[in-house]
């Protein structure tokens, strides 16, 4: 279940607040008043003959779509390449006019003779690149909308999976995948949940002049697995950096993911294993995840890369070299992801290549090894070491922001466990 609430954790409604009847006060100069209004009145009626005298503008829509060309567009709008390099020529920011995706919305808007006045490239319901037409020709500015963000609050106890538990509870699966991003450094969610664990959420939904459009940040989460209590909370220090933290102040991150692909384990960290396809007992110094092909293969955390290419029976492979003399690698891929090759620096969490079968294997999975001074550990098990806490001059500002949020959290449980009791008894 879901539902919005204002700072003070009351349910949000739509109603307009009461307008406040005036209060009524002495004309002490009739005259005076009735000169402000003749100057109100003759101002309003300047401005509207300015609307008036303003150019009528014609405009024509097109949506993107795959296979377009900023060329063709012009064209089908009625203009030749003459005209779209004087576009893109402008001033600001009207050269970005020639990065094009598919789906967005571009409109051109003629004068009264035909002419191109202005050009507007929608790239998203927030972001629109505005170019018009001065007397030197064409000037773009790019126009980001400020969304009203609004709390609102969720929870929900699994029975199966995670994502339905979250449906139900009125979750996107954008929220949900955040949600178990979060926690997941300390909780493996294919195979740790289960049923009865609960979790609630507060997070932000997004407002455009009035209208709820999409959903934002996730403020504060608790996940309870398996009777153990985990809080995450949102803070963004004095420097304006925002990461997750328990309320003691340690980092909700750890400096490697506990698995760098959401799939199920097809074999595990075994030293004693027989090679399926050698038939032979052979260690398996690694984890190995089924997944279909083209998956997403992620960092386990900030590093090199110390090898990317082919590597025997490991077939396409990635491997990062750590702090700590720590290094991860990454096998059986089908392609390396965008701009990993040797010597490149990665980040947690960014895509280093996709699964596929390369190598000597039986079929698509990733074949996943975590090693500590040259040997093997079992990546599943391994103790990892913890992300950076709230440095200790932050630890005043964020202890006070850490009770207002444990309690806010408290408060929304409260509101929300009065609500689903007010709508049972209404059933």
């Given at each position: 279940m879901s539902y919005s609430l204002d700072l003070n954790g009351?349910?949000?409604?739509?109603?307009?607040?009461?307008?406040?009847?005036?209060?009524?006060?002495?004309?002490?100069?009739?005259?005076g008043a009735n000169e402000r209004s003749a100057t109100v009145n003759t101002e309003l009626a300047s401005a509207e003959?300015?609307?008036?005298?303003?150019?009528?503008?014609?405009?024509?829509?097109?949506?993107?779509?795959?296979?377009?060309?900023?060329?063709?567009?012009?064209?089908?709008?009625?203009f030749n390449d003459a005209i779209m390099l004087k576009v893109i020529h402008g001033e600001g920011d009207a050269s970005k006019l020639q990065r094009l995706y598919a789906g967005e919305t571009i409109a051109f808007a003629t004068d009264a003779n035909g002419d191109l006045a202005a050009v507007d490239l929608k790239r998203s319901l927030l972001e629109t690149l505005h170019i018009s037409r001065n007397e030197d020709g064409f000037k773009g500015e790019t126009v980001v909308l400020?969304?009203?963000?609004?709390?609102?609050?969720?929870?929900?106890?699994?029975?199966?999976?995670?994502?339905?538990?979250?449906?139900?509870?009125?979750?996107?699966?954008?929220?949900a995948m955040e949600m178990a991003g979060i926690f997941g450094w300390d909780i493996d969610f294919v195979y740790d949940v289960r049923k009865g664990d609960r979790f609630e959420v507060v997070y932000e939904e997004l407002y455009l002049d009035g209208e709820k459009f999409d959903t934002g940040r996730i403020l504060s989460a608790r996940f309870i697995n398996r009777g153990?209590?985990?809080?995450?909370?949102?803070?963004?220090?004095?420097?304006?950096?925002?990461?997750?933290?328990?309320?003691?102040?340690?980092?909700?991150?750890?400096?490697?993911?506990r698995t760098p692909i959401n799939a199920r384990v097809s074999s595990p960290f075994?030293?004693?294993?027989?090679?399926?396809?050698?038939?032979?007992?052979r260690p398996h110094e690694?984890?190995?995840?089924?997944?279909?092909?083209?998956?997403?293969?992620?960092?386990?955390?900030?590093?090199?890369?110390?090898?990317?290419?082919?590597k025997g029976g490991y077939g396409r492979t990635v491997i990062l070299t750590h702090g700590d003399n720590i290094t991860t690698?990454?096998?059986?891929?089908?392609?390396?992801?965008?701009?990993?090759r040797n010597g490149s620096r990665v980040k947690q969490g960014e895509t280093i290549g996709y699964v596929g079968s390369s190598g000597m294997v039986t079929g698509p999975h990733l074949h996943y090894e975590f090693r500590k001074n040259g040997a093997p550990r079992n990546s599943r098990t391994v103790d990892l070491p913890d992300?950076?806490?709230?440095?200790?001059?932050?630890?005043?500002?964020?202890?006070?922001?850490?009770?207002?949020?444990?309690a806010q959290l408290e408060v929304y449980r409260d509101g929300h466990q009065q609500l689903a009791m007010a709508q049972d008894r209404d059933e």
């Open positions: 009351n349910p949000v409604t739509n109603s307009a607040p009461k307008e406040s009847t005036p209060v009524a006060t002495e004309d002490r100069s009739a005259s003959s300015a609307e008036d005298q303003a150019p009528k503008l014609n405009w024509q829509e097109h949506k993107i779509k795959s296979g377009d060309t900023l060329s063709s567009l012009f064209r089908e709008a009625g400020k969304p009203e963000a609004r709390p609102a609050f969720a929870s929900g106890v699994i029975d199966g999976s995670l994502y339905v538990a979250a449906r139900e509870a009125g979750m996107s699966d954008r929220l153990e209590d985990n809080v995450a909370l949102l803070y963004t220090d004095s420097h304006g950096d925002s990461d997750y933290y328990s309320p003691d102040g340690s980092s909700m991150r750890k400096a490697f993911l075994n030293m004693q294993r027989r090679h399926p396809v050698l038939d032979v007992v690694g984890t190995d995840y089924a997944a279909p092909p083209g998956t997403p293969i992620k960092a386990a955390g900030h590093g090199r890369v110390h090898f990317a290419g082919w690698l990454y096998a059986h891929m089908s392609r390396l992801g965008k701009g990993i992300a950076k806490p709230v440095p200790k001059s932050e630890m005043a500002r964020f202890s006070k922001f850490a009770k207002q949020q444990v």
